[in-house]
């Protein structure tokens, strides 16, 4: 469901976020950048890299193995130059690394809980959480995986923590499996959210209620709000044109201030900027879709798998926010305490 800066309208690298509530797709939104440290005794110690094979910069290539003249231990060289460990690392913490401890923190205390349940988790629960992603981007596997390497590009979320990712999905699942209920007033619930009225909107998500004010008043003046989602919207669907799946008032998974905001719409109609959680959001009504007349008989068993997988991902939510809330680290290594309180902010 995995830091949310300021979002300039075109200057700066998005960070998207997705405005439904899903543990497996929420830890990604944090994710700014890839840092895998290693080491953290001190910022000359990090991973000794392996010598890159000599494609014409002999000079480069030797010097990577070995501590450069500045001191430190090399991590690349072109030329004559090289770059240490010690010269990066405080721009890869400013970068990263309140993600990385809260990654690595978080980690620590589920694997603690699963140990304490005498639970575990395997290689075949991974790949579940693989799978339950890719679902919930879209049903066509092709555009979901396609949709999965944009988030990842973005997020930078290499092979490593990909993995770490959904390892830690599937511990937070297997924590609160025993916490499912399934009840006869869910069932009806969840069968209403699958097979009752809709609505299809597109969604503008920035940081500001300045940048949205804007956005509205382009919208105003004739700008088309799917270019202006594409060009400015934080949120995962932005690559849709600001198009999500079809929304049902009475589905948890949407943040209520979204529900309520789009159920206020006459089609057409676009909503005034709405806060919803920390961002300022733009909502375009574009379509009411009728119940498809499937009956709760008739779809019993898939209404109490996905009624069963709702209840899995606030729960984990609700989990891993508790956990992270008990983090209040100490601080070895210069620059993490100041890259920690800023991510706090």
Request: proline letters at 6%; charged letters at 25%; aromatic letters at 4%.
């Amino acid at each position: 469901m995995i830091t949310d800066g300021s979002h300039a309208l075109s200057e700066r690298p998005r960070c998207t976020r997705d405005l439904r509530i899903r543990p497996t797709l929420r830890w990604c939104w944090p994710l700014s950048a890839a840092l895998l440290l290693s080491g953290c005794g001190g910022p000359t110690q990090g991973p000794r890299p392996t010598p890159a094979e000599n494609r014409g910069s002999g000079s480069a290539a030797a010097t990577l193995a070995r501590p450069s003249e500045s001191g430190g231990t090399a991590v690349a060289g072109w030329h004559d130059r090289t770059v240490t460990w010690q010269e990066i690392s405080p721009a890869l913490i400013e970068l990263g690394g309140a993600t990385a401890l809260r990654d690595a923190f978080l980690d620590q205390r589920i694997a603690q809980a699963l140990a304490d349940r005498s639970l575990t988790v395997d290689q075949a629960q991974v790949q579940r959480e693989r799978d339950h992603l890719m679902a919930s981007l879209d049903p066509d596997p092709i555009m979901a995986e396609r949709l999965l390497q944009t988030i990842r590009i973005r997020q930078g979320l290499g092979p490593v923590r990909f993995e770490a990712l959904l390892r830690r999905n599937a511990g937070l699942r297997a924590l609160v499996q025993p916490e499912v209920r399934i009840t006869a007033d869910g069932i009806q619930r969840q069968h209403e959210i699958m097979h009752g009225p809709t609505r299809l909107c597109r969604t503008i998500a920035v940081a500001s209620l300045a940048q949205a004010e804007e956005l509205r008043r382009q919208l105003d003046a004739g700008a088309d709000f799917a270019t202006l989602a594409v060009r400015t919207s934080s949120d995962a669907s932005a690559a849709r044109g600001g198009l999500l799946p079809a929304v049902s008032r009475v589905d948890p998974t949407w943040p209520e201030a979204f529900r309520d905001a789009l159920f206020a719409l006459s089609p057409g109609q676009v909503s005034p900027p709405t806060l919803v959680d920390r961002d300022y959001v733009l909502i375009r009504f574009e379509e009411e879709r009728p119940a498809d007349g499937v009956t709760l008989a008739a779809s019993r068993d898939q209404v109490e798998a996905a009624l069963r997988q709702a209840q899995e991902r606030v729960l984990m939510e609700e989990k891993a926010r508790a956990y992270l809330n008990e983090i209040k680290p100490n601080f070895y290594h210069e620059g993490f305490d100041a890259a920690w309180r800023r991510s706090e902010m």
